[in-house]
């Protein structure tokens, strides 16, 4: 499961709205309660990926780099990624499974003809190779 406030949730949409027809991708960053994961700030990065960024982003190495230290002066954690889907269903593709990593929640926003669609959360099973999806609660 995973909490992100509604002010966090419209700046994510906007970030991909502004990039679209390209996939807009950042950081999410916040703790672990229990069972839940709580995002408190939702950071923007550069699409680094080297070819159609409309089909495919890749996160900065060094922009997570950067995240987990100052996450961590403030006892909080990198704990996701978001990224868009332009013009295509908000659930992860082949390629989302190629780049996964364990462990961290992924929120997929879809945005059709310039417009918003909906938002998933996702992390991805290592030991079966496959993404399940996770509740998500907007605070």
Known sequence: MILISKTELDE????????????????LV???????KVVTKVIRSKNVYIGDRRRRYVVDPLDIYNVE???EKHGLMFIGVYHSHPDYPARPSAYDAEIAWPSISYLIVSIYN?????????????????FLEEHIIIT
């Open 12 to 27: 994510i949409i906007r970030h991909a709205l502004e990039t679209y027809p390209e996939e807009c991708c950042g950081l």
């Open 30 to 36: 916040g703790k672990k309660e229990d069972n839940k």
């Open 69 to 71: 230290k100052v996450a």
């Open 114 to 130: 310039k417009k918003f669609d909906r938002v998933t959360a996702w992390f991805f099973d290592n030991k079966n190779k496959e």
